[in-house]
């Protein structure tokens, strides 16, 4: 270890100013606080108001217009669409997006109607739409009376959560075919006026609506200028380009990859008022009367203006397994600090009179509900909402809450020194009862995490409480240790049926990521097995979660990503990354834009937890992992008390980037880290350099290295503080150093902008060949069976 006294270097992050004063939650800020040409990353449009579609995917039929481009000069030059009956059109945004539709209408005539179909996924784009509910493979269309001239849009409750595909049609027949259609757009609830938008007075005449309705055939026809979707997504947010953290590196896909995670956040957060998609589940409660295959989100899930749900299109609810991985995401991404409290609050509002905190938030927690992982995920969630917003008020208030719901799991630590899992609910995955690995890990966490939060309010429950959650955590570490396959080199499921020896022995991905994660292994060997071990078993896709068949998971790789970590394996989080979240931007049938809640072995975009694929969520907020894993993992930045008063950080380049840089920023200032490879001009040799920028007023400890040859601790003065060093990482490690703090092993402090570049010659390792995944097919009709698991609780009659 060495101390060393540091150079402070202004020239680093030159957008810094002295006094920034950090993000303040209750209103989060209308400009990106990290600007750079990273921003072209961001996938938030510039105006949510008013979201154009990019192109035309599909037209059929009785449609003219449509051979246009989408050009902003070329609508403003009178092309609009006209549709008759059998006319078809299948407009593509850019990204997924979720809102309500509008058109402005030049003309209509013998009262048409418009059928409206919306679908993520390229796959599902047509005449039916994908699916929020399960009883139907797909859900009904909209349909929507074109009544006048000017800006029509769709009724309140008709928002979209998200969807890349719009199909607006117009049926041959009065009377509906096939399915049906749903309700008229207009009416449940009532039909909005809304103001025409400023560039209505430009657009003009329209030639081809004008021309076109002159033909008095006695057939409805309708001619539209302009489609647009009126975002409601992230309501806290004026800007959803106002980022509060950022990603670049030399990776272009890494990139991608990282604001995808923080644009499917961003689609998952939403006005309270606007959720819940399960309306039959809803029918308990607010006996709505809506047909089969009918869609709507009007429930309200929780109280205050913004929360955090589990997806975009579905279910629109409070579900606090996703919180593990969505409330750091978006703590480095956009700060939406309010929608992870609102989400927190009805969760513990809702607590069970035996301190149990509900599977999830309304309308479910009414019947008991439960699920003893997604309990802890609720605790987990409660500390990061803690340690990135500093709130310590609010953790007053709901001490005594957490507290109780944390002796429900601890009491649940029986002889074999494990949780004993009482309820088979968790993410949809199988055989959640027993001894279970995965639940004991994450109260192993849990644990660690309780010790520090009760230290941050009450020093004295740290003597108190504090050692006997500690005695807990060695106990759980034994028994987990137990678990331990040596003849795998991996943790298997449980005590019982599933264990090392047992008949139906399941090595589980979420559970081995969590022994990881939590760093209960007992051992570095096991570690670096279970690391080494998962990485064996990924195919073509990414990473299968082998504890429920046939299925990819990105929330039980996302948790994968934290294991390898964990283990202290940086490359292989990376190249997993590059794999799957790369397979789920570009893979077929993706959005390329958010990432998906699950699927296929084969890589087909059906999640096996529910019958019809279209019913899959591409928005799914559990599946973000990368963005606050590249943040703690490669960068290194890891905030170890509330804001970042303290910090310690440690960057991992890994082998597959030659720079990484990025940052964010808490209410105490931005936290900001480049590494980056670099080569001498003078003598050709290659270095590593790290610049580290952080809060004035705050202290942390710097490792970096091998085997951490390098700790610095930096207490940083009023004027906070900018770091640069240097490290020798070709193969002649030499003895001899450079400039200023020469003393130490190959680390230097020292700006030497003249002699060294960046290394250009650096070249990526080449990624190994996988084969896809094989569909077993008749566990996988087994599983729509199961998958019922998931509902609790009186369903209404079909
Ligand atoms: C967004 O677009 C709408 C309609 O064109 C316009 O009224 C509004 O001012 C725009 N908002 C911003 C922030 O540019
Ligand atoms: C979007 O919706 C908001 C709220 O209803 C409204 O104020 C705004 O004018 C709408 N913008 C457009 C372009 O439709
Ligand atoms: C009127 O519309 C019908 C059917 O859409 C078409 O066959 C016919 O050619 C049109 N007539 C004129 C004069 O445009
Ligand atoms: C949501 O809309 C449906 C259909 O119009 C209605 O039955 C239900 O009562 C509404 N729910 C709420 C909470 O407004
Ligand atoms: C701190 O803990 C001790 C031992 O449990 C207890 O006697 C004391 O009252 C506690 N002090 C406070 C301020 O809560
Ligand atoms: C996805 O979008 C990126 C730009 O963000 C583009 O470069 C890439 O080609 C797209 N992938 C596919 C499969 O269209
Ligand atoms: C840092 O701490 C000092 C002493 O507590 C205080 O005077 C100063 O205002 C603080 N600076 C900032 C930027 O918070």
Not at 5 to 32: M, Q, V, W
Not at 335 to 346: E, K, Q
Not at 447 to 463: C, M, P, R, V, Y
Not at 699 to 728: D, N
């Amino acid at each position: 270890m060495y101390f060393i006294r540091l150079a402070c270097l202004g020239i680093l992050f030159t957008h810094s100013k002295a006094s920034y004063p950090g993000p303040d939650y209750e209103k989060l800020p209308f400009n990106t606080i990290f600007p750079g040409p990273w921003d072209s990353n961001i996938r938030a449009p510039s105006n949510k108001s008013q979201i154009l579609p990019v192109k035309i995917f599909n037209f059929e039929g009785a449609v003219s217009g449509a051979e246009a481009v989408l050009q902003d000069a070329e609508r403003a030059s009178g092309v609009s669409w006209l549709i008759s009956p059998g006319g078809l059109i299948t407009f593509e945004f850019a990204e997924n997006i979720g809102g309500r539709v509008c058109f402005e209408v030049d003309d209509l005539k013998n009262d048409p109607f418009l059928i409206l179909s919306y679908s993520e996924s390229p796959f599902f784009a047509g005449r039916e739409c994908d699916a929020t509910g399960d009883r139907q493979a797909r859900d009904l269309p909209l349909s929507f009376s074109i009544k006048r001239t000017g800006v029509n849009c769709v009724a309140p409750g008709y928002i979209r959560g998200a969807f890349k595909y719009l199909t607006v049609y117009m049926s041959t027949d009065d009377t509906p075919t096939e399915g049906g259609y749903w309700h008229d757009g207009h009416s449940a609830p009532q039909i909005q006026v809304v103001k025409s938008p400023p560039w209505y007075s430009r657009i003009g005449q329209k030639f081809l609506g004008s021309k076109s309705l002159k033909n008095e055939t006695g057939e409805p026809a309708v001619s539209i200028s302009a489609v647009w979707v009126n975002c409601t997504a992230f309501p806290s947010q004026p800007n959803g380009r106002a980022y509060t953290g950022y990603f670049d590196s030399s990776s272009s896909l890494l990139n991608r990859i990282w604001y995808s995670g923080a644009w499917t956040l961003q689609l998952s957060t939403l006005n309270p008022n606007e959720g819940g998609s399960l309306i039959d589940f809803n029918r308990n409660f607010d006996h709505n009367n809506a047909p089969q295959g009918a869609w709507y989100s009007n429930y309200t899930v929780a109280s205050g203006t913004a929360v955090t749900t589990d997806g975009a299109k579905r279910d629109r609810m409070v579900w606090p397994g996703d919180m593990t991985i969505a409330v750091p995401g978006i703590a480095v991404s956009t700060y939406d600090m309010l929608a992870i409290r609102n989400a927190l609050d009805v969760i513990y509002n809702n607590q069970y009179g035996d301190g149990s905190m509900p599977y999830a938030g309304p309308p479910m927690g009414a019947f008991g509900e439960f699920s003893d992982t997604y309990h802890l995920h609720t605790l987990i969630g409660t500390y990061y909402y803690v340690l990135y917003s500093g709130d310590l008020d609010w953790l007053i208030g709901r001490w005594a809450a957490y507290t109780r719901a944390l002796g429900v799991s601890i009491g649940k630590v029986d002889e074999f020194n494990l949780l004993h899992v009482s309820s088979g609910s968790d993410w949809n995955r199988w055989g959640m009862t027993g001894h279970n690995v995965e639940a004991s890990a994450i109260l192993y966490e849990v644990l660690k995490n309780s010790i520090q939060l009760a230290l941050w309010i009450d020093k004295n429950e740290t003597s108190t409480r504090g050692e006997a959650w500690s005695a807990t955590r060695e106990r759980l570490q034994n028994g987990i240790s137990t678990l331990y396959c040596p003849a795998n080199g991996m943790y298997s499921d449980n005590k019982g049926r599933r264990s090392c020896t047992g008949p139906e022995k399941v090595l589980p991905q979420d559970g081995n990521s969590w022994v990881l994660m939590s760093r209960a292994f007992t051992s570095q060997d096991h570690a670096n097995h279970v690391s080494s071990n998962l990485r064996q078993r990924w195919n073509k896709f990414g990473a299968p979660a082998v504890e429920f068949p046939n299925v990819m998971s990105p929330f039980a790789s996302s948790f994968e990503l934290l294991g390898h970590l964990g283990a202290g394996n940086p490359d292989a989080a990376v190249e997993l990354m590059e794999l799957m979240w790369g397979y789920m931007l570009d893979g077929p049938g993706m959005t390329n834009s958010t990432t998906i809640e699950g699927y296929r072995v084969d890589g087909y975009v059906h999640y096996p937890a529910y019958w019809a694929a279209a019913r899959n969520s591409h928005a799914h907020g559990w599946s973000s992992g990368p963005t606050a894993a590249l943040m703690q993992g490669v960068l290194g930045i890891e905030l170890t008390s509330p804001l970042g008063a303290t910090w310690k950080i440690e960057p991992k380049l890994t082998k597959w980037l030659s720079y990484a840089k990025g940052g964010f920023a808490t209410r105490l200032g931005k936290f900001e880290v480049a590494v980056e490879l670099m080569k001498s001009l003078r003598t050709g040799r290659r270095a590593e350099m790290i610049n580290v920028a952080v809060p004035s007023n705050t202290s942390g400890t710097i490792l970096w290295g091998e085997e951490a040859v390098f700790v610095t601790k930096v207490h940083t003065s009023t004027i906070g503080a900018r770091h640069r060093f240097w490290r020798f990482v070709d193969s002649e490690t030499a003895t001899e150093t450079e400039g200023e703090g020469s003393d130490q092993v190959n680390i230097w402090t020292s700006d030497m902008e003249g002699e060294w570049i960046r290394d250009e010659e650096w070249v990526k390792p080449r990624v190994e060949e996988r084969l896809a995944g094989v569909v077993d097919w008749d566990l996988l009709e087994e599983g729509y069976l199961l998958a019922g698991q998931k509902f609790i609780g009186p369903l209404p009659p079909p």
